[in-house]
């Protein structure tokens, strides 16, 4: 699907896409066509259906899966993640990559924690952690769309950097902060439900419209899919990718928040495994690494896979030793399977 400005990129997918093979009315007649449709809609749904199948496993391994407390409990530790996930959805998409979401994880949480220990008000706290994701997403954007330097060097670069300052800020300590509106992020619930999923929800509701259903969000299909095309024909590619890296960085600062306000402690040595987790959730729902075609829904399905999957193994007792090893292979398969599909669509 291409923007209105965009006629000269008829090849970008339309949101969520997944083309499968072969159109309807080409030859073989309407059974052919019917079979051609459904293969598509198999593929495009593929993830969806692993989820299902997963939901049915978990079922029957831990009877205790499907109840209310045990789905509220998975939302709520994946909250974080998954408001990261939306933002990565739009870098990929676009053709980028960021893998500085977890350093900025950790800045959020050690200013965050930091300004409302010195400073006693935590409003003020929360603007300047937003305020430190904002800056550092502009620093990626600017460096990757204006200076044309490689995203994966780049953010690679300045997880680096941010890690630093967090450290330097937090001279190497973590800020214990006592009081209940510190914690009003995490422990807040609203209508019997914690405020974390209520983000989580708006985040992705919100991500979902824009990319969908906005001309920003068909200019980011369109950049990703062919950035030249997209130059040409008048789009502002530098301001698009700017923007998108500008959503990582502010809500890896918003999910540090998050999870200084759960714990009650800011620190810049957390988030090591946030980069990989985001990334696995958008590549797992479907969302091609190449850019150019994917769903904010499609991270959603690969945030619930990952998810359900973790809660199984921690039920089961089964190591964290498999549950990464698990996790690393879904990944992989995931990638494969989107070169698979590629190459058969080309």
Same mark, same amino acid.
């Given at each position: 699907?291409?923007s209105?400005?965009?006629?000269?990129?008829p090849s970008?997918?339309?949101? @969520?896409?997944?083309?499968?093979p072969?159109?309807?009315?080409?030859?073989g007649?309407?059974?052919?066509?019917?079979?051609?449709r459904i293969?598509?809609?198999?593929?495009?749904?593929?993830?969806?259906w692993?989820?299902?199948?997963?939901?049915?496993?978990?079922?029957?391994?831990?009877?205790?899966?499907?109840?209310?407390?045990n789905v509220q409990?998975?939302?709520?530790q994946?909250?974080?993640?998954?408001?990261?996930?939306?933002?990565?959805t739009?870098?990929i998409?676009?053709?980028?990559f960021?893998l500085?979401?977890?350093?900025?994880?950790a800045?959020?949480?050690?200013?965050? !924690?930091?300004?409302?220990?010195?400073?006693?008000?935590? +409003?003020? +706290?929360?603007?300047?952690?937003?305020?430190?994701?904002l800056?550092?997403?502009?620093?990626?954007?600017?460096?990757?769309?204006?200076?044309?330097?490689?995203?994966?060097?780049t953010? #690679?670069g300045?997880?680096? /950097?941010?890690?630093?300052? +967090?450290?330097?800020?937090s001279?190497? !300590?973590?800020?214990?902060?006592? @009081?209940?509106?510190?914690?009003y992020? !995490?422990?807040?619930?609203?209508? @019997?439900?914690?405020?974390?999923?209520?983000?989580l929800?708006?985040?992705?509701?919100?991500g979902?419209?824009?990319l969908a259903q906005t001309?920003?969000?068909?200019?980011?299909?369109?950049?990703? @899919?062919?950035?030249?095309?997209?130059?040409l024909?008048?789009l502002?590619?530098?301001? #698009?990718?700017?923007?998108?890296?500008?959503?990582?960085?502010?809500?890896?600062?918003?999910?540090?928040?998050?999870?200084?306000?759960?714990?009650g402690?800011?620190q810049?040595?957390?988030?090591?495994?946030v !980069?990989?987790?985001?990334i696995a959730?958008v590549?797992?729902g479907?969302?091609?690494?190449r850019?150019?075609?994917?769903? /904010?829904?499609?991270s959603a399905v690969?945030?619930?896979?990952?998810?359900?999957?973790?809660?199984?193994f921690?039920s089961?007792?089964?190591?964290q030793h498999?549950q990464?090893?698990?996790?690393?292979?879904? /990944?992989? +398969?995931a990638v494969?399977?989107?070169?698979?599909?590629?190459?058969?669509?080309?």
């Open positions: 699907m291409t209105p400005a965009v006629s000269t990129t970008a997918p339309p949101p @969520g896409a997944a083309a499968g072969g159109e309807p009315g080409r030859g007649g309407a059974g052919t066509d019917r079979a051609a293969k598509a809609v198999a593929l495009r749904y593929s993830m969806l692993v989820l299902v199948a997963l939901v049915l496993a978990a079922t029957v391994l831990y009877p205790g899966f499907l109840q209310p407390a409990d998975i939302l709520t994946n909250a974080a993640v998954g408001i990261i996930a939306v933002a990565m739009f870098v998409i676009s053709g980028g960021d500085s979401v977890g350093a900025t994880y800045l959020g949480s050690t200013v965050f !924690a930091g300004v409302t220990k010195s400073t006693g008000s935590v +409003a003020l +706290a929360g603007v300047c952690a937003l305020l430190a994701g800056a550092v997403g502009a620093a990626n954007g600017t460096i990757i769309a204006r200076w044309k330097v490689n995203p994966f060097v953010t #690679l300045m997880s680096s /950097v941010i890690a630093g300052l +967090a450290y330097v800020y001279n190497s !300590a973590p800020f214990i902060v006592d @009081g209940i509106s510190f914690q992020l !995490a422990l807040t619930t609203v209508a @019997g439900v914690p405020l974390p999923i209520w983000i929800l708006a985040v992705f509701l919100a979902a419209v824009l001309g920003y969000g068909r200019n980011i299909y369109a950049i990703g @899919g062919n950035e030249e095309a997209g130059r024909s008048g502002r590619v530098p301001w #698009l990718v700017g923007s998108a890296y500008v959503m990582t960085g502010v809500t890896a600062a918003l999910a540090g928040m998050m999870d200084a306000s759960r714990l402690v800011g810049a040595d957390v988030g090591a495994t !980069a990989l987790d985001t959730i590549v797992v479907g969302t091609s690494l850019g150019g075609e994917g769903a /904010v829904w499609r690969g945030l619930l896979i990952l998810a359900t999957l973790t809660n199984v921690y089961l007792n089964i190591s498999w990464l090893i698990a996790k690393g292979t879904i /990944v992989v +398969a494969a399977l989107d070169s698979l599909l590629r190459a058969r669509r080309a």
